[in-house]
């Protein structure tokens, strides 16, 4: 892809004692795509993802996100991006508006802005009525809507979602992801994590991670191509086997 970088990572290694989670990742993110982040559980995505979000640092390695040095500069990365993870990261026993004005409120957005940025929300999502509504009684669907939007709010230019669609039924999942890409359409970039192998294929390109390594990284396309299977989840099992059967 061509365009303006706004994740750049080189060599990134990341270990734990002897450990190494993370082994010499190299890979950019372009401005208003939609990447994904693919591997099994233990395949070292979460940690890259804690890292490009400013909530961990690099063994070694230079990680920019946004403009700014993972090493040194993680909040004012955390100022500048998104984040969304499975459990949709509101507080349940706050209202819809109490959740919108403590996340403004973290993000550092003065109170006039929060109001304007709450009332734009509340009427793109129709939510008006469930202003006063605390999250836990509110249907998991509108719930996810919520959630992403909230990590919008400060008009972020990079959102993470760390499996985002978790738990959901394959329609809300549809409809979130309609809402990815109408804000990538925006020129925001989306960095999703995901287990569902279908939602790779409405990715732009699609990292696969094996125990800390990036082991193929490209076009939904292109990977089909490269590995002749009808489908991405094809793809990964094509990766994951041969691996698997040299250890």
Not at 41 to 68: C, D, F, H, Q, W
Not at 125 to 132: A, G, I, V
Not at 150 to 176: C, M, N
Not at 205 to 212: L, T
């Amino acid at each position: 892809m061509t365009g303006n970088r706004v994740i750049s990572v080189r060599n990134l290694v990341k270990k734990f004692g002897s450990f190494t989670a993370n082994d010499n990742l190299n890979f950019d993110v372009y401005e208003g795509e939609i990447f994904g982040f693919l591997g099994a559980n233990g395949a070292g995505k979460t940690t890259a993802l804690r890292i490009l979000s400013g909530l961990s640092a690099p063994t070694s390695g230079e990680v920019m996100v946004a403009g700014y040095d993972a090493t040194k500069e993680s909040e004012m990365i955390k100022r500048n991006i998104g984040y969304m993870c499975q459990k949709f990261s509101l507080y349940e026993d706050l209202t819809v508006r109490e959740n919108i004005m403590l996340y403004g409120g973290i993000y550092g957005m003065s109170r006039q802005l929060i109001r304007e940025q709450e009332q734009k929300l509340l009427n793109r999502l129709n939510f008006n009525e469930f202003r006063n509504r605390v999250i836990s009684d509110l249907p998991l669907g509108l719930r996810q809507k919520l959630a992403f939007s909230v990590a919008l709010l400060h008009q972020p230019k990079i959102i993470f979602l760390d499996e985002p669609t978790g738990g959901v039924d394959p329609i809300t999942r549809r409809q979130f992801w309609e809402m990815i890409y109408e804000t990538a359409s925006a020129g925001i970039t989306i960095f999703v994590t995901t287990h569902y192998m279908d939602e790779a294929e409405y990715c732009d390109r699609v990292c696969i991670m094996n125990e800390g390594r990036i082991v193929a990284l490209d076009t939904p396309e292109n990977l089909k191509k490269q590995y002749n299977a009808l489908n991405v989840e094809e793809v990964f099992i094509k990766i994951a086997r041969p691996l698997k059967e040299t250890v």
